[in-house]
């Protein structure tokens, strides 16, 4: 689906003086919200029309034109998934965060400010049906959707009308709700030359006449009782690439107490590149034949070691089929912060050592082209200029992920630690413009004025983890 044509619906919808219901929609949901006073003090229908403008005249030059989606329908069911482009989603956040700008110079209490931001969410998921129903006219009258047929494919609506009709303008199939007594929701069923047979959603039968005044439903989901509109019919949700920190956590060598992370937990793809049920079974399996080996007598830190070097290939496999081999395309390249990247490494250390592997070669072939892919662009690799500030980066990075870890360890009671650890930092500006890890931290234990006690202490885990 293309980007551009469903921008245009969005500024048509917004902007159309026929057909108001998407502005009466926004402005209900103003008038439904803790804060109704907006419609007069602040409209936001101007805004969302001035931002469908800029959305339209912008989207012919965004990256991405073309996005990909699924979309199934089984007769009365329908299915429709898909991405948002990068410059779609901050323009929605921006859209979101003008429209509630003028509360939130008003709030003075922790309840306003959290009514507010719960009212930008809503005003967000609105955004985005707005967004969907382009989506769902784009295939429609792009002759792909049932090819042929293009005439006959209904049109699905992503909100209640807010205008009266008359019953004989809706097509079979339709939902409505008549205008005089809105509680209950009717289904048109068969269209007679003189009556409109239609049924409620207890089943049962009814005709009634063309010229009855109704408002016609929405075509999301239901609720179990049928009637209103399922809470999750509509969502969206940042999606990726999801691969756990470690395989297995040793909790107590002692009690031979292990904490694992079984099926998606563990590992799951992009849900729009393949089965996420692929890695899960995959883990599962280890996880079972971990357990098989206990029974067989199989000593601890050797099962521990087999499920490590398994699940992490099986988790590389997970990344890779999704990413085309690992470097990623114009959808869907790897891609993680600093701070995540760095409690990777940090974990799989840890349990390299848990498992007693050799913790010079935490990454494997396939693991290192993933971070590199993820931290440096194609064609960067070359550049010194972008290197070197890539390596000063990630030393700050791996220097706060140190302090980090330090102030978490309770076994360390000395007062000002973290200052005196700073110090030493910020002292060794020239030897944090080597690459030598080794040479560095080896300085910077030289220099620290403390104990022999706490630079043990400092030295393993900490100091053997950051180098």
């Not at 993680?336 to 349990?351: C, P, Q, R, T």
């Given at each position: 689906?293309?980007?551009?044509?469903?921008?245009?619906?969005?500024?048509?919808?917004?902007?159309?003086?026929?057909?108001?219901?998407?502005?009466?929609?926004?402005?209900?949901?103003?008038?439904?919200?803790?804060?109704?006073?907006?419609?007069?003090?602040?409209?936001?229908?101007?805004?969302?029309?001035?931002?469908?403008?800029?959305?339209?005249?912008?989207?012919?030059?965004?990256?991405?034109?073309?996005?990909?989606?699924?979309?199934?329908?089984?007769?009365?069911?329908?299915?429709?998934?898909?991405?948002?482009?990068?410059?779609?989603?901050?323009?929605?956040?921006?859209?979101?965060?003008?429209?509630?700008?003028?509360?939130?110079?008003?709030?003075?209490?922790?309840?306003?400010?959290?009514?507010?931001?719960?009212?930008?969410?809503?005003?967000?998921?609105?955004?985005?049906?707005?967004?969907?129903?382009?989506?769902?006219?784009?295939?429609?009258?792009?002759?792909?959707?049932?090819?042929?047929?293009?005439?006959?494919?209904?049109?699905?609506?992503?909100?209640?009308?807010?205008?009266?009709?008359?019953?004989?303008?809706?097509?079979?199939?339709?939902?409505?709700?008549?205008?005089?007594?809105?509680?209950?929701?009717?289904?048109?069923?068969?269209?007679?030359?003189?009556?409109?047979?239609?049924?409620?959603?207890?089943?049962?039968?009814?005709?009634?006449?063309?010229?009855?005044?109704?408002?016609?439903?929405?075509?999301?989901?239901?609720?179990?009782?049928?009637?209103?509109?399922?809470?999750?019919?509509?969502?969206?949700?940042?999606?990726?690439?999801?691969?756990?920190?470690?395989?297995?956590?040793?909790?107590?060598?002692?009690?031979?107490?292990?904490f694992a992370f079984a099926g998606d937990e563990q590992a799951t793809p992009h849900f729009m590149r393949y089965s996420g049920l692929t890695g899960a079974c995959i883990n599962a399996y280890f996880f079972n034949t971990f357990i098989k080996q206990a029974v067989d007598g199989m000593p601890f830190i050797d099962r521990f070691r087999q499920y490590s070097v398994e699940t992490n290939w099986s988790n590389g496999e997970v990344v890779q089929r999704g990413t085309t081999a690992n470097f990623?395309?114009?959808?869907?390249?790897?891609?993680?912060?600093?701070?995540?990247?760095?409690?990777?490494?940090?974990?799989?250390?840890?349990?390299?050592?848990?498992?007693?592997?050799?913790?010079?070669?935490?990454?494997?072939?396939?693991?290192?082209?993933?971070?590199?892919?993820?931290?440096?662009?194609?064609?960067?690799?070359?550049?010194?200029?972008?290197?070197?500030?890539?390596?000063?980066?990630?030393?700050?990075?791996?220097?706060?992920?140190?302090?980090?870890?330090?102030?978490?360890?309770?076994?360390?009671?000395?007062?000002?630690?973290?200052?005196?650890?700073?110090?030493?930092?910020?002292?060794?500006?020239?030897?944090?413009?080597?690459?030598?890890?080794?040479?560095?931290?080896?300085?910077?234990?030289?220099?620290?004025?403390?104990?022999?006690?706490?630079?043990?202490?400092?030295?393993?885990?900490?100091?053997?983890?950051?180098?």
């Amino acid at each position: 689906v293309r980007s551009a044509p469903v921008a245009d619906f969005m500024l048509n919808a917004i902007t159309n003086k026929k057909d108001k219901n998407w502005q009466t929609h926004f402005n209900k949901i103003v008038e439904d919200s803790a804060f109704p006073d907006l419609i007069d003090f602040d409209p936001i229908v101007p805004k969302i029309r001035r931002a469908c403008q800029d959305l339209a005249k912008r989207a012919p030059t965004f990256r991405r034109q073309t996005l990909q989606t699924r979309f199934f329908e089984t007769g009365d069911n329908y299915y429709l998934g898909m991405e948002h482009t990068r410059e779609y989603d901050a323009w929605k956040n921006a859209l979101a965060s003008e429209l509630v700008a003028p509360l939130s110079l008003k709030a003075k209490s922790g309840k306003i400010v959290k009514d507010i931001e719960r009212f930008r969410g809503i005003l967000m998921h609105h955004i985005d049906r707005l967004w969907y129903d382009g989506v769902l006219e784009v295939i429609r009258t792009g002759d792909v959707y049932n090819p042929g047929a293009r005439r006959r494919v209904p049109r699905l609506y992503l909100i209640n009308s807010y205008t009266d009709m008359k019953l004989g303008s809706l097509p079979v199939g339709e939902s409505f709700r008549l205008s005089a007594e809105p509680k209950e929701k009717y289904e048109v069923m068969i269209n007679q030359s003189s009556k409109i047979v239609v049924r409620n959603v207890e089943g049962y039968i009814f005709k009634m006449s063309k010229s009855t005044q109704v408002k016609r439903e929405g075509n999301l989901t239901r609720s179990p009782d049928g009637n209103t509109e399922s809470k999750v019919s509509l969502a969206t949700f940042p999606v990726g690439h999801y691969v756990n920190h470690r395989t297995m956590r040793h909790n107590s060598a002692e009690k031979g107490y292990a904490f694992a992370f079984a099926g998606d937990e563990q590992a799951t793809p992009h849900f729009m590149r393949y089965s996420g049920l692929t890695g899960a079974c995959i883990n599962a399996y280890f996880f079972n034949t971990f357990i098989k080996q206990a029974v067989d007598g199989m000593p601890f830190i050797d099962r521990f070691r087999q499920y490590s070097v398994e699940t992490n290939w099986s988790n590389g496999e997970v990344v890779q089929r999704g990413t085309t081999a690992n470097f990623g395309d114009g959808f869907l390249r790897p891609g993680f912060s600093y701070s995540d990247g760095l409690d990777y490494m940090h974990s799989k250390i840890i349990e390299y050592r848990e498992s007693d592997q050799d913790v010079d070669n935490v990454l494997s072939r396939d693991w290192s082209i993933k971070m590199a892919s993820s931290m440096v662009p194609r064609g960067m690799e070359l550049n010194e200029a972008f290197i070197s500030t890539l390596y000063k980066k990630l030393q700050a990075a791996v220097f706060e992920k140190f302090i980090t870890e330090v102030n978490n360890d309770k076994s360390f009671t000395m007062e000002g630690l973290e200052n005196l650890l700073r110090d030493r930092y910020e002292a060794m500006a020239k030897q944090r413009e080597s690459s030598d890890s080794d040479a560095f931290w080896n300085d910077f234990t030289d220099g620290l004025k403390v104990d022999d006690k706490i630079t043990i202490m400092l030295g393993d885990p900490h100091i053997f983890i950051a180098r």
